[in-house]
């Protein structure tokens, strides 16, 4: 078992894990193939994600019972903690300050 969540991707993008996957909401796509033809699909995001971003997760022989990856811009981050995969989220962006009114 395997599921992708996509963000701001491309409709491009979009409809080809949509020929691989069932979309079951909008930009989450689930499926069950083989360790070769997941990365191939992984592949494929990476290539085309462009601004968005995504993450993959599958079942795996790790403590957890899964394991995924991520790709593009995000505030959670995957961090590594003596063999757990964890996720850190990175402080918000600031917003930009702007001048004060009557300059």
Do not use: C, H
Request: net charge positive; hydrophobic share 45%.
């Amino acid at each position: 078992m395997m599921v992708i969540v996509v963000t701001n991707a491309p409709p491009r993008l979009r409809g080809r894990l949509g020929v691989w996957l069932l979309e079951i909401r909008a930009g989450v796509y689930v499926g069950d193939y083989s360790v070769r033809t997941r990365e191939r699909i992984w592949t494929q995001v990476v290539a085309w994600i462009d601004e968005g971003d995504a993450v993959m997760v599958w079942r795996a022989p790790t403590d957890q019972g899964f394991d995924f990856v991520t790709v593009g811009r995000n505030r959670r981050v995957p961090v590594d903690l003596d063999g757990l995969k964890l996720v850190s989220f990175l402080p918000a962006p600031k917003p930009p300050e702007s001048d004060p009114p009557g300059r």
